[in-house]
Nanobody
């Protein structure tokens, strides 16, 4: 069974930084052939796409995090990262790692929504 395990969440003051990681276990294909991404969900809100990284390394970001968050991955270690800088209270949410086999640059976050999900990690930003 494919498993995605997030870590690195926590509490930080507005303007601070946090880094999230997501380890992928028991993937059925080579890690580099998966589109990987991050979503978040705040109470009362729908789950929204934060950032994704495609099989060729190209990246896509949600409008609200552009210029502040950076997604990256280590194919050898099978780990996905999300560096979050200049955090705001509205970034407070549960952050989920997602994986989907194949190219996602044409479908955006849609392909990831149909893929594998982690259990989530809480990020809280105080003002």
């Amino acid at each position: 069974q494919v498993q995605l395990v997030e870590s690195g969440g926590g509490s930080v003051q507005s303007g601070g930084s946090l880094s999230l990681s997501c380890a992928a276990l028991r993937l059925r294909a080579v890690y580099s052939s998966y589109c990987m991404g991050w979503f978040r969900q705040a109470p009362g809100n729908e789950r929204e796409g934060v950032a994704l990284i495609d099989t060729d390394g190209s990246t896509t970001y949600g409008e609200s995090v552009k210029g502040r968050f950076t997604i990256s991955k280590d194919n050898a270690k099978k780990i996905l990262y999300l560096q979050m800088n200049s955090l705001k209270p509205e970034d407070t949410a549960i952050y989920y790692c997602a994986a989907a086999w194949g190219v996602c640059r044409y479908s955006g976050f849609g392909l990831l929504r149909e893929g594998y999900w982690g259990q989530g990690t809480q990020v809280t930003v105080s003002s």
